[in-house]
C-alpha cells in the first residue's frame, strides 16, 4: 500500500509501523525532517521525483493493514488499566467517514473499532490519509459477523449502545461501564439485526429541521459524550 502526505508519513513513523520505504521529492523543511527521522530508524529511503509530486512531496510504500482480533481490543484497554471503549461501524462505505471516525476515535482514546467484512469499506490509502494517520495508532478488527461481535462484547461485559435516530436520549445514559458505541451506515444507518441485539438504542438531541447528521459527525459527538461523562 502507498500512501501520501507528511502528517501520515510522520505517524506511521512514530507508531514503528512496518514501512518498507519512504519516498521523497522535496527537500522542503518539513520533509527533510521526516527523511531523517526515517534514517534513524533504519527506515529505507529514496528520492524520486517522478512518484511524490501529488503527495506533499513524500510517500510511505508500507504492508496492507493488519487487522486484530477483539480480545486484541479488550486486552489493550484492561492492560493500560481503563475501561474499555469500543466503536463499532456498521457498515461505513465511504473511505473518508471512516478515515474520520478512525481519526476523532484515536483522539477520544477509543481502545479499538470492529468493523464488518462485507459491504464496508476496507482501510485503505484513502483512509490513512483522511485519518491524518491515526490509523497507524489504532486497533481495528475485521469480523464477518457483526452480531456475534457484539455477543462476544457482551460476554465480556461491555454495555453495547446503538446510535440511531429514534432512541432513548443519549445524555441520560451512564457510559462508566465498559462501552461499545455503534455507528450504522450513511445511509441506512444500523441495520435491523444489529440493532436488535444492542443493549440500548440512543439518540442525539436535534433541533434543526433536517433530522440527521453525517455519520463521521454523529459518531464524533457520542465518542465525546462517553469521554466527558468519564472524566467527571
Known amino acids: 500500500m502507498i500512501v501520501y502526505g507528511t502528517n501520515v508519513v510522520r505517524e506511521l513513523i512514530n507508531s514503528n509501523t512496518r514501512i518498507n520505504k519512504i519516498i521523497y521529492s522535496t527537500n522542503r523543511a518539513d520533509v527533510s525532517e ?120 457482551k460476554d465480556a461485559g461491555v454495555w453495547v449502545y446503538a446510535l440511531e435516530a ?14 461499545a458505541l455503534i455507528v450504522g451506515s450513511e445511509g441506512k444507518g444500523v441495520s435491523h439485526l444489529v440493532r436488535q441485539n444492542a443493549d440500548v438504542v440512543i439518540s442525539l438531541d436535534m433541533f434543526g429541521k433536517v433530522n440527521s447528521l453525517n455519520a463521521s459527525n454523529a459518531g464524533a459527538i457520542a465518542m465525546y459524550e462517553v469521554i466527558r461523562q468519564r472524566r467527571k
Open 166 to 179: 429514534d432512541g432513548t436520549n443519549m445524555y441520560n445514559e451512564n457510559f462508566n461501564y465498559p462501552t
Open 34 to 153: 521526516l527523511v531523517a527521522l526515517a534514517e534513524r530508524k533504519g527506515i529505507k529511503t529514496e528520492r524520486n521525483t517522478d512518484k511524490t509530486e501529488n503527495g506533499q512531496g513524500i510517500m510511505a510504500d508500507i504492508p496492507n493493514f493488519k487487522y486484530c482480533e477483539i480480545s486484541d481490543i479488550l486486552n489493550f484497554a484492561n492492560n493500560k488499566n481503563q475501561v474499555p471503549f469500543i466503536l463499532v461501524l456498521d457498515g461505513i462505505q465511504d473511505p473518508h467517514n471512516l478515515g474520520a471516525l478512525i481519526r476523532t476515535a484515536e483522539c477520544a482514546g477509543v481502545h479499538g473499532i470492529i468493523i464488518p467484512t462485507n459491504r464496508a469499506t476496507d482501510i485503505t490509502d484513502t483512509v490513512y490519509k483522511t485519518s491524518a494517520g491515526a490509523v497507524a495508532h489504532m486497533h481495528i478488527a475485521k469480523v464477518v459477523n457483526l452480531t456475534r461481535a457484539i455477543q462476544e462484547l
